[in-house]
């Protein structure tokens, strides 16, 4: 019995002594929640340095991408403000050269956006005319009417004289009675004729305004006729020394670059600045529509040394510097404050911050910068 005791103590003292190295724990509602979450490390971090750390799998999911920077000598550009023009060699208007009432042409009145042909008719316009001056029309062409009928029967009897009448008689009657047919077809003609509005070059219809039974004045614009692949661009330059320091030229469409050709500086200012011609061709201006303002880069004949950087590389700062994230481990991503100069639209020239061989996030910085 004694044994009995001894043996029951000792389990309990062991049972105590388990207790004693389990840690506490509060029931259910009744915690207060003072043990802070252990922080994921394995998620996208903003380091205390201000760098960020993106594991792989997050750069696989965000579509990360980079590249390296290589230093070159890049031609210094200016950013221009310019305006889509048509081509005068490619694009055409279309004016009635008379007031009148506008009819539909053999299919119709086209539609903005329609293609047509050189040559195509677009719509008939009817001339207006005042009653009087009709009238007086339709008088003179009773007398030539009765006078060519007059004509006509002499020449007939003279022909049936031939025998005793001199030839030339029945010459100067033919010629006479010819005469009055031809002014009774030109009389006749203008009262009851239309003038066809023809597409004066192949392109597409860039602007309409007409609809049918419409009263139009001469001279008015009723199309506008355009090549889509066949475009003006007119930049302004407020520094006319621009003019001869032009080397090369871009316009940005979209994600595409589209080169320009310089056509030449004209001799006067317009608003303080000096009016600059690029002609430009190629299947990406489909998506310009004249007067449409454009961002004009000239590349002048001077070069920087820099590095060249994609245009969605650059980045705001909390301080509002510009910044690029530059990858420097395998999943370490550190911003670096750059000073950039215009290239061409899609690029820029990175002319401090950077140094060669550095690899630059091109895709996803936008979302590296948000990372908190």
């Not at 200016?78 to 042409?105: F, S, W, Y």
């Given at each position: ?8 103590l ?10 004693a190295?389990w840690?506490a ?6 915690d207060?929640?003072?043990?802070p979450a252990?922080?994921s490390?394995?998620?996208p971090?903003?380091?205390?340095d201000?760098?960020v ?5 997050a750069?696989?999911?965000l579509?990360v ?5 290589e ?7 200016v950013?221009?403000?310019g ?15 008379n ?8 299919r119709?009145?086209?539609?903005p ?32 009417r ?7 029967k002499?020449v ?8 005793t ?10 010629s006479e ?8 077809a030109a ?5 009851a004729?239309?003038e066809a509005?023809?597409a ?13 039974g419409?009263?139009v ?9 355009v ?15 621009l ?23 004209a001799r006067?200012l317009?608003?303080?600045a000096?009016p600059l011609g690029?002609?430009?061709q190629?299947?990406?201006l ?16 001077q070069?920087?040394?820099g590095l060249a ?10 301080a ?9 481990a ?7 404050t750059?000073?950039?100069?215009p290239l061409?639209?899609?690029n820029v020239?990175v002319?401090?911050g ?16 948000q990372?908190?």
């Amino acid at each position: 019995m004694k044994r009995a005791m001894t043996n029951r103590l000792a389990g309990l003292g062991i049972v105590l002594a388990l207790a004693a190295t389990w840690p506490a724990q509060a029931g259910e509602g009744h915690d207060h929640g003072d043990a802070p979450a252990a922080p994921s490390a394995n998620g996208p971090q903003r380091q205390p340095d201000g760098s960020v750390f993106l594991p792989k799998p997050a750069q696989r999911q965000l579509g990360v991408r980079t590249m390296v920077a290589e230093e070159a000598e890049l031609p210094r550009s200016v950013e221009l403000n310019g305006t889509v023009l048509m081509d005068p060699n490619a694009g055409g208007k279309v004016q009635p050269l008379n007031a009148g009432r506008i009819e539909t042409g053999p299919r119709g009145l086209p539609n903005p956006g329609q293609a047509v042909r050189k040559g195509d008719v677009l719509a008939y316009v009817v001339p207006s005319t005042a009653p009087i001056e009709r009238s007086n029309q339709s008088a003179q062409l009773a007398e030539l009417r009765a006078a060519k009928s007059l004509a006509d029967k002499r020449v007939a009897r003279l022909k049936e004289l031939a025998d005793t009448v001199p030839r030339k008689d029945i010459e100067a009657a033919e010629s006479e009675a010819a005469s009055l047919a031809e002014r009774f077809a030109a009389v006749g003609g203008g009262l009851a004729t239309r003038e066809a509005l023809v597409a004066p070059v192949s392109g597409v219809i860039a602007s309409a305004h007409v609809v049918a039974g419409q009263v139009v004045d001469a001279r008015e614009l009723l199309f506008e006729i355009v090549d889509p692949g066949r475009l003006r661009i007119e930049a302004l330059a407020f520094d006319p020394a621009l003019a001869a320091d032009v080397g090369s030229a871009t316009v940005a469409v979209g994600n595409q670059r589209v080169p320009l050709v310089f056509v030449g500086a004209a001799r006067s200012l317009r608003e303080q600045a000096l009016p600059l011609g690029f002609r430009a061709q190629g299947a990406a201006l489909n998506g310009l529509a004249v007067g449409q303002p454009v961002r004009v880069f000239v590349q002048t004949k001077q070069k920087v040394k820099g590095l060249a950087v994609p245009v969605a590389s650059l980045m705001k700062s909390p301080a509002n510097q510009t910044v690029v994230w530059v990858k420097t481990a395998p999943e370490r991503f550190e911003p670096r404050t750059v000073t950039t100069e215009p290239l061409d639209g899609l690029n820029v020239a990175v002319t401090s911050g950077l140094k060669a061989g550095d690899r630059i996030a091109t895709q996803g910085a936008t979302l590296i910068n948000q990372v908190r």
